[in-house]
């Protein structure tokens, strides 16, 4: 299967400030989607990365906080706007082709 | 939506013994269900998924079945080891489409007691 790399793996940031993550997959996907992981809990899916496209956001989830772009079949950045602390948690980036969906390790965000 | 329930939230079973967690979903569309094992600090990582077309599927220890019927799908790990200990998560999704998203049932942590 393919490998997902995310960069950073961590940060701690200060809150009003602004983070990018990206997304790097080793081999051409179909699908690419951006994750949230709070402590303790499930992931919820924040939105799909369509290449070369706005972003398709789930309910609860907006654009202008969670920006996504997705330039090529295997790149896709998340960046999470104007960070409170409610924003500390684990992102996550997967990749699906029509066999398998596989997930990066995640990218653990603090915000103090 | 898809909606994923998964039974029970934490689960202890001794070593050598059996493991069941259970899933339910909502969306007669959805076709493929993944379970991932994540273990403290680390992504999701499939151990083994099933397809609406098969109802049952066995890798060594892991086994999924399915009852597309009920919406019901099930992992069972059987010799349970020290090293199971994670947290497993059920999902279901559409495969096969231009929307194939993965929606996550709430997770089930297992601790096995060497």
């Known amino acids: 299967s393919a490998v997902i790399s995310q960069k950073p793996s961590r940060d701690i940031c200060q809150r009003g400030t602004s983070l990018t993550i990206q997304c790097q997959v080793d081999?051409?996907?179909?699908?690419m989607f951006w994750y949230r992981q709070q402590p303790g809990q499930s992931l919820t899916l924040i939105a799909t990365a369509n290449q070369g496209s706005e972003a398709t956001y789930e309910s609860g989830f907006v654009i202008d906080k969670f920006p996504i772009s997705r330039p090529n079949l295997t790149f896709s950045t998340l960046t999470v706007s104007n960070m409170s602390p409610e924003d500390s948690s684990i992102y996550l980036c997967s990749g699906s082709t029509y066999t398998e969906a596989f997930f990066g390790q995640g990218t653990r965000l603090t915000v103090v | 939506g898809e909606n994923v329930e998964q039974h029970p939230s934490t689960l202890s079973v001794q070593e050598g013994d059996s493991a069941v967690i259970k899933c339910t979903y909502s969306d007669s569309a959805s076709n493929y269900f993944p379970w991932y094992k994540q273990e403290l600090g680390k992504g999701p990582q499939l151990i083994i998924d099933i397809r609406s077309n098969v109802g049952e599927k066995k890798d060594q220890r892991i086994a999924v079945t399915l009852n597309k019927t009920a919406k019901h799908f099930s992992l069972h790990i059987t010799e349970t080891q020290p090293e199971d200990s994670a947290v497993y998560f059920c999902a279901a999704s559409i495969q096969g489409t231009s929307y194939d998203k993965v929606i996550f049932g709430p997770g089930t942590s297992l601790s096995v007691i060497p």
């Open positions: 081999s051409q996907v179909t699908m």
